[in-house]
């Protein structure tokens, strides 16, 4: 639970450095919107990799480097939301994935 932890606050130090440093309020609603954002833009990339969309010049390799960046924010951000709500994540992943991994140790 402790590298969970950690991971959290450090994400929350980046999160709340950015909004201070471009005026953003970081309100209940904002948690979850940035997460719908994200999911957004891992959509998108996902879309122009897959050749269902324009891919702008980008090569596959440059994709997935975008696509592996997406995701980064998006995991960012649902750590961001849980921990803003107090959702506890360790019994939740046990109850609906039935395994602690080891992140939780």
Known sequence: ?????????QFEMASTAYADANGITRNDD????????E???LTQV???LTARGRKRGKSDD?????????????LG???LF????D???APAIKRKWRFEPDIFN
Do not use: P, S, Y
Not at 62 to 74: F, G, N, Y
Not at 82 to 85: G, T
């Open 82 to 85: 849980a921990n803003r709500n």
């Open 30 to 37: 904002w948690f979850i919107l940035k997460m719908q954002e």
């Open 77 to 79: 951000h649902i750590l």
């Open 46 to 48: 996902w879309i122009k």
């Open 39 to 41: 999911l957004g833009e």
């Open 1 to 9: 639970m402790k590298a969970l932890v950690a991971l959290t606050a």
């Open 87 to 89: 959702i506890a994540l």
């Open 62 to 74: 440059e994709l997935r480097h975008d696509l592996a960046d997406e995701a980064a924010d998006l």
